[in-house]
């Protein structure tokens, strides 16, 4: 019985040093309901106009920041008048930009709305970003994790993008 105190308490400390105060993860519903995520801190959204492709999107960004990392859905509506060619060229400048933020080629998978993971090195740390760009019901939705790897675990990072719900 005795053996057992002494087990449990090393099990608890390590337990309760997993259970950070700046992960206090929260369900919200982005994209005008269209989807769900979880979030690991309160989240601010900002909006704008922006032109992408020849055509003027209006850009919602749900964000929060833990440390040096950010977690972020952004979400435009499209016109039902787009054809799948305009939709395709959106998801294509959306990824391109977000490999190019890092220096590194479009991956192809991207194109297709899979997750994907790039890797580099920003202001001197190793740095990875995981994203996820598509198209669904009339919407544009780009998720999007990125920060240093010392402080962006990949359990953090991939528990956030697998944590969005289509609706």
Same mark, same amino acid.
């Given at each position: 019985? %005795?053996?057992? *105190? ?5 099990? +608890? ?5 997993? +259970? ?9 519903? !982005?994209? @005008? @309901?269209?989807?769900?995520? &979880?979030?690991?801190?309160? !989240? *601010? ?19 929060? #920041?833990?440390? =040096?990392? %950010? ?11 787009? @054809? ?7 998801? =294509?400048?959306?990824?391109? #930009? ?8 479009? &991956? ?12 580099? !090195? %920003?202001?001197? =740390? #190793? ?26 675990? *990949? ?5 956030? &993008? ?6």
């Amino acid at each position: 019985m %005795v053996k057992v *105190k002494y087990l449990l308490v090393p099990f +608890c400390l390590l337990w309760l040093a997993g +259970c950070t105060p700046e992960y206090n993860w929260r369900e919200l519903t !982005v994209a @005008d @309901d269209r989807a769900i995520v &979880m979030f690991p801190s309160r !989240v *601010k959204t900002e909006q704008r106009t922006i032109r992408v492709d020849g055509m003027d999107l209006v850009f919602s960004l749900t964000s929060a #920041a833990v440390d =040096q990392s %950010v977690f972020s859905v952004g979400y435009a509506p499209l016109s039902s008048a787009l @054809d799948t060619a305009q939709t395709e060229r959106l998801v =294509q400048a959306f990824t391109t #930009a977000l490999a190019a933020r890092v220096g590194q080629p479009l &991956m192809p998978q991207a194109l297709n709305g899979d997750l994907f993971e790039l890797e580099s !090195v %920003v202001a001197g =740390q #190793a740095s990875r970003l995981l994203g996820r760009v598509l198209i669904h019901r009339g919407m544009l939705i780009q998720v999007v994790v990125s920060g240093p790897k010392k402080s962006l675990s *990949k359990e953090n990072a991939t528990e956030f &993008m697998r944590s969005l719900a289509l609706r």
